[in-house]
T-cell receptor, first 113, second 115 residues
Framework: DAKTTQPNSMESNEEEPVHLPCNHSTISGTDYIHWYRQLPSQGPEYVIHGLTSNVNNRMASLAIAEDRKSSTLILHRATLRDAAVYYCILRDIRGTSYGKLTFGQGTILTVHP | EAQVTQNPRYLITVTGKKLTVTCSQNMNHEYMSWYRQDPGLGLRQIYYSMNVEVTDKGDVPEGYKVSRKEKRNFPLILESPSPNQTSLYFC??????????????FGNGTRLTVT
C-alpha cells in the first residue's frame, strides 16, 4: 500500500495561513487523498479528501499536484483551536485494498497567539 | 447523533488477564477498524472488518483477536495481555457504499495499561 511522508512539525501564528505538505510519490490511480487531524486527548477527525481536483470545505482546502505525487492542506486563517496532529493518508477505493490503512506519524502543528 | 462509542475509556489490568474493549457504532457502517497509538509510532492498524463475519489483519495484529458477529459492534479481545500492549486504542468506522465519499469516524479512545 502506498505511503505518505509529512514533516514532523510546523509552526504558525494565529490568523495566518498554514500550508501543510504531504508527499505520496507511489500513489495509484485509485487512491484518494484523505486528511485527518487529532486534537489533544481526542480521536482523529476527518478534515477533507480529494482525488485529482482541488477541494474546499468549511474547515480547509486541499491542493493536489497535477501529477498527484504531493498535496497540501491549507488552513486559511489558523486559530489556536487548529493546533493538532495532522495526518495525510491514502485510501484505495478498490474493494480488495479498501480496508488496509497506513497513517504514519503526521505533522504536529503549533499555533502561536 | 452519529457516534462511535468505545468502552471503557480507561483500563488498568495485569499481565495475562483476558480483556475486551468494545466498539459500537450507530451509523450502519459496514467497515470497522482498530488502531493503536504509541508515542513516536503514530497510528497503527491492528485489525479491520469489511462487513459482518469478514475480518482481516492490519499491520500489528499479534496478540489481538476481533469478531464481527453483528454490524454495529466490533470488539477487540486481548486473550493474554502483556505490558507491550499498553497503548491508546482507537476504533474507526466508515461506510463502504459510495467509497469515494466515505470518511472515517473515530471513537474517543481507550487508554489501556497492562502491568
Amino acid at each position: 500500500d502506498a505511503k505518505t511522508t509529512q514533516p514532523n512539525s510546523m509552526e504558525s501564528n494565529e490568523e495566518e495561513p498554514v500550508h501543510l505538505p504531504c508527499n505520496h510519490s507511489t500513489i495509484s490511480g485509485t487512491d484518494y487523498i484523505h486528511w485527518y487531524r487529532q486534537l489533544p486527548s481526542q480521536g482523529p477527525e476527518y478534515v477533507i479528501h480529494g482525488l485529482t481536483s482541488n477541494v474546499n470545505n468549511r474547515m480547509a482546502s486541499l491542493a493536489i499536484a497535477e501529477d498527484r505525487k504531493s498535496s497540501t492542506l491549507i488552513l486559511h486563517r489558523a486559530t489556536l483551536r487548529d493546533a493538532a496532529v495532522y495526518y495525510c493518508i491514502l485510501r484505495d477505493i478498490r474493494g480488495t485494498s479498501y480496508g488496509k490503512l497506513t497513517f504514519g506519524q503526521g505533522t504536529i502543528l503549533t499555533v502561536h497567539p | 447523533e452519529a457516534q462511535v462509542t468505545q468502552n471503557p475509556r480507561y483500563l488498568i489490568t495485569v499481565t495475562g488477564k483476558k480483556l475486551t474493549v468494545t466498539c459500537s457504532q450507530n451509523m450502519n457502517h459496514e467497515y470497522m477498524s482498530w488502531y493503536r497509538q504509541d508515542p513516536g509510532l503514530g497510528l497503527r492498524q491492528i485489525y479491520y472488518s469489511m462487513n459482518v463475519e469478514v475480518t482481516d489483519k492490519g499491520d500489528v495484529p499479534e496478540g489481538y483477536k476481533v469478531s464481527r458477529k453483528e454490524k454495529r459492534n466490533f470488539p477487540l479481545i486481548l486473550e493474554s495481555p502483556s505490558p507491550n500492549q499498553t497503548s491508546l486504542y482507537f476504533c474507526a468506522t466508515s461506510s463502504t457504499r459510495g467509497l469515494k465519499n466515505s470518511p472515517l469516524h473515530f471513537g474517543n479512545g481507550t487508554r489501556l495499561t497492562v502491568t
